[in-house]
């Protein structure tokens, strides 16, 4: 019996041990996915999702990446031709693999496998991973637009130019002002010259009329003309 129990307690130990170095051990993920810049433009994402870190990171993909753009052969990178040298925990690398509509266009593959070699942080090789990667799943769907930092940070940037331009000497803001009691004199002129208050479908009256308008008694005498033209056509009818 004790013999027994030391080879159940012994196998029970060893199980724990190589549960705890699976826990422990890098894991590298590698995917595809929709940029959160924008949704037609795919990123390819290498990320250690592990709890220790990771080295000499190297990744192969069947058939070899090949995008759509002639300038960019993403296989001569440092990144593919030479691999990570160290991947902590959570460290999350994306960089730009290709635009979708452009990749569907000229007919490229939708479909890889990559597998990931890598050591842990002892320096001693860890199993290799396959994946198989698959973005065909992103066309035809609809998507959301979620705004992040990067939207965030462009609608600062659209700020910072337009207070560039209301700048004025000496760093000091540029200041417009509405009198609005003006404006409602003006609007009230062009009434009384025109029988109508502005629209932005209709033309302003001349400057000159309306800085003659300006004069009460000559507003009075249009009121007066312009009523006695509308009686006139209303006995005509």
Known sequence: ????????????????????????????????????????????VIENVGRTLARDVKIRFSPALKTARPDYDLNNTALIREGIPTLPPARRIEVLFDV???RLENDLPKR???????????????????YVIDVSYLYGALTVDEYGPHHTAKALRGIEKTLGKWTGRQGRLKVWTRDEDEANKLSQVEHDLTGAYPTLSQE???????????????????????RWFERRDTSDD
């Open 204 to 226: 302003p009256p001349p400057e000159i009329l309306m800085a003659v308008g300006r004069g009460v008694i000559v507003r009075t005498v249009v009121r007066s003309v312009r």
């Open 100 to 102: 979708s509509h452009e």
């Open 1 to 44: 019996m004790a013999v027994v129990a030391a080879v159940v307690a012994y196998f029970q130990v060893r199980e724990a041990r190589r549960t705890r170095e699976e826990q422990a051990r890098p894991f590298v993920v590698v995917d595809i996915q929709p940029s959160a810049v924008g949704g037609n433009i795919l990123n390819l």
């Open 112 to 130: 890889y496998e990559a597998t990931v070699s890598f050591k842990d942080a002892r320096g001693r090789p860890q199993e290799a991973l396959s």
